[in-house]
């Protein structure tokens, strides 16, 4: 069920997300592809101005949830990582939902939870689910006007994988945000560098 719903949740990260929604909706029993589907539906919907859609799959996305969080109740860490990546998908989109809504204090405190649940899942190498609930916490602060607080969060995010894309072009936006274009120079080479690095079908 992860493996059917990366489509959609890659082209949510790629900041394609309307395509997304022309991809086959993931199905099956676990849980699984209900939160990650329905996460990825909610956030290309919501890229669309689709806030009443977007809304309308929560509860798919925490019965998803519930249900993971039955099946694997145990203490290993295979449970606690379903569970986390089930959880995140809640988290994400009730953030990305309340960001819409005009919410920001709630948005930022259901990202910071996205951020704890997907803790394991965005350890694993190489990554389950793409770049991490920490971009995303960034992505969300500098869209929330937080420039300040979106640049701590990609210079953390870049201390856990040095040389990404989406971290760099982030800083970058959100330091010139804050007039600081001295800062921003040498971070406009290194994102030229890497994203030039980077596979075509990935930018």
Do not use: C, F
Not at 8 to 16: C, G, K, P, Q, Y
Not at 46 to 65: E, F, H, I, N, T
Not at 76 to 82: A, F, I, M, R
Not at 84 to 89: E, N, P, S
């Amino acid at each position: 069920e992860r493996a059917r719903s990366v489509p959609s949740v890659t082209l949510a990260r790629r900041e394609r997300g309307p395509a997304g929604l022309s991809e086959p909706a993931p199905s099956g029993p676990a849980g699984r592809a209900d939160a990650l589907g329905g996460e990825a539906r909610g956030i290309a919907l919501l890229r669309q101005g689709d806030l009443a859609q977007a809304k309308a799959l929560m509860p798919q996305v925490s019965a998803g949830a519930a249900n993971v969080a039955k099946a694997h109740a145990g203490t290993d860490e295979g449970d606690k990582l379903l569970r986390g990546m089930a959880q995140g998908a809640v988290e994400h989109l009730a953030a990305e939902i309340a960001l819409a809504e005009g919410r920001t204090a709630d948005a930022l405190v259901a990202q910071a939870r996205a951020v704890a649940e997907r803790k394991l899942v965005d350890a694993q190498e190489p990554p389950l689910l793409g770049p991490g609930m920490r971009l995303a916490l960034a992505d969300l602060q500098a869209r929330a006007g937080q420039p300040t607080a979106a640049v701590a969060s990609y210079r953390a995010d870049l201390r856990s994988w040095p040389g990404s894309g989406w971290a760099l072009r982030g800083l970058q936006r959100s330091l010139l945000a804050q007039g600081l274009q001295a800062d921003a120079i040498p971070i406009a080479g290194e994102l030229a560098r890497q994203w030039a690095l980077a596979d075509a079908s990935l930018r």
